[in-house]
């Protein structure tokens, strides 16, 4: 074992022991945002009380913008309490984005990653969980449907992006290629997901989940049929240590019909890619990116 992936074993490790204690603040499905209430309805104006008598302004010191304890930029002085300005990068268009997470894990994984999106712009992140007691990919995907189109309709928006870690790729994969889904997704975003089978299957083929990672299970075998015409755009992340994707290679898209890039990472380990900075930092500049044509897969994410 090279001194790279011994790291990121380690470095792995500790990233699961300090996810072992939030994984309980994530075992319910995240609700929804509340609508915000209507406007009260229009009425007589109602007058004012009579203006006390004219002298001469007071200045008063002007008090110093509040500087939210997060850091973010502080809200104008007309805006509703507790608000906090938006990045130059928000804005009405920027699509809502999707997290989906890997097997028997659940939303708690993406604590890091769902900050730096809304730190960077991005008003509207969710992140979906399915249950450990799921057994087939095609019924996570029709979950994952479900659950797009109500984002859709509290949004306003016609599409979302999709980060998936592992298993959850693998799923959101499955509903934009077999179940329609390009039709609302832009953009999906893969972590370490076993795209062409894992060998490492196998050796918990228990579960039928696992058995449906296998390289020669029949959900892999619908996914490397013809996908004319898919409109969404892909971007897998693949790592050279990652111990879980046997071989490594298999975390990429190789398909003639999608738009695919695949962005390698080293030294970074399967549990570490949606908490690592450097991973989130790219994973931004995919979404930001995502109507740019990108053929360039070069350029790895290290932390050696």
């Known amino acids: 074992m090279g001194l790279a992936r011994i790291r990121a074993t380690?470095?792995?490790?500790?990233?699961?022991?300090?996810?072992?204690?939030?994984?309980?603040?994530?075992?319910?499905?995240?609700?929804?945002?509340?609508?915000?209430?209507?406007?009260?309805?229009?009425?007589?104006?109602?007058?004012?009380?009579?203006?006390?008598?004219?002298?001469?302004?007071?200045?008063?010191?002007a008090a110093p913008p509040a500087t939210p304890p997060d850091g973010s930029p502080a809200?104008?002085?007309?805006?509703?309490?507790?608000?906090?300005?938006?990045?130059?990068?928000?804005?009405?268009?920027?699509?809502?984005?999707?997290?989906?997470?890997?097997?028997?894990?659940?939303?708690?994984?993406?604590?890091?990653?769902?900050?730096?999106?809304?730190?960077?712009?991005?008003?509207?992140?969710?992140?979906l969980n399915y249950s450990p007691l799921t057994c087939d990919i095609r019924a996570a995907a029709a979950l994952l449907d479900r659950h797009v189109r109500q984002i859709c309709a509290r949004t306003g928006h016609s599409r979302v992006d999709v980060v998936g870690h592992s298993l959850g790729g693998l799923i959101a994969r499955y509903y934009v290629q077999r179940l329609g889904g390009d039709a609302r997704v832009h953009t999906l975003v893969t972590l370490g997901t076993p795209h062409s089978g894992t060998?490492?299957?196998?050796?918990?083929?228990?579960?039928?989940?696992?058995?449906?990672?296998?390289?020669?299970?029949?959900?892999?075998?619908?996914?490397?049929?013809?996908?004319?015409?898919?409109?969404?755009?892909?971007?897998?992340?693949?790592?050279?240590?990652?111990?879980?994707?046997?071989?490594?290679?298999?975390a990429r898209i190789d398909h003639p019909d999608l738009r695919a890039r695949s962005v390698p990472v080293k030294g970074i380990g399967h549990l570490a890619l949606p908490v690592h900075h450097a991973v989130a930092a790219r994973v931004r500049e995919a979404l930001d990116a995502a109507d740019e044509v990108d053929a360039d897969a070069s350029g790895a994410v290290s932390v050696a």
């Open 10 to 61: 380690v470095l792995d490790l500790a990233i699961l022991a300090g996810h072992l204690l939030l994984y309980p603040t994530g075992l319910l499905q995240e609700r929804p945002p509340a609508t915000p209430p209507a406007a009260p309805p229009a009425g007589p104006p109602r007058e004012s009380p009579a203006a006390p008598p004219a002298g001469p302004p007071r200045e008063s010191p």
């Open 75 to 127: 809200a104008p002085a007309d805006a509703a309490p507790g608000a906090v300005a938006a990045l130059p990068t928000d804005g009405p268009d920027r699509r809502p984005v999707l997290l989906l997470h890997g097997f028997i894990d659940n939303r708690s994984v993406f604590v890091l990653l769902r900050r730096s999106l809304r730190r960077h712009g991005r008003r509207h992140v969710e992140a």
């Open 199 to 250: 060998r490492t299957a196998p050796l918990l083929a228990a579960h039928p989940l696992v058995r449906q990672m296998c390289p020669d299970s029949d959900v892999i075998e619908e996914l490397r049929r013809p996908a004319p015409d898919c409109r969404t755009r892909f971007v897998s992340f693949w790592s050279d240590v990652d111990q879980l994707m046997i071989p490594a290679e298999t």
